[in-house]
Nanobody
Framework: QVQLVESGGGLVQAGGSLRLSCAAS????????MAWFRQAPGKQRDLVAQ???????TYPDSVKGRFTISRDNAKNTVYLQMNSLKPEDTAVYYC???????????WGQGIQVTVSS
């Protein structure tokens, strides 16, 4: 079973930065996309950023220009650099590894990011 372990969350003031990491272990499929989602209390889980095995990235408008996703395929690790953080970025952030075929999502346990105003 693929396991994902997130690290790097915490409390930061508005305008600050954090870097999240997520390491995958186990039988990691060669063809995959890695991504970060977030979920604030009472809200749905939304995509924050994703990166394919070929390093193609996607961001929603809410984080574009502030967040950067990257990956180290040799280490099966994905990173999320978050700059210019806002209070509305406060949420639990989840790492996911998406197996291409058959399609399947593996999830990490989630990590709290809190941005104070």
């Amino acid at each position: 079973q693929v396991q994902l372990v997130e690290s790097g969350g915490g409390l930061v003031q508005a305008g600050g930065s954090l870097r999240l990491s997520c390491a995958a272990s186990g039988p990691v499929p060669t063809s995959n996309t890695m991504a970060w989602f977030r979920q604030a209390p009472g809200k749905q889980r939304d995509l924050v950023a994703q990166i394919t095995s070929g390093a193609r990235t996607t961001y929603p408008d809410s984080v574009k220009g502030r967040f950067t996703i990257s990956r180290d395929n040799a280490k099966n690790t994905v990173y999320l650099q978050m700059n210019s953080l806002k209070p509305e970025d406060t949420a639990v952030y989840y790492c996911t590894l998406i197996r291409t075929f058959p399609n399947y999502y593996y999830w990490g346990q989630g990590i709290q990011v809190t941005v104070s105003s």
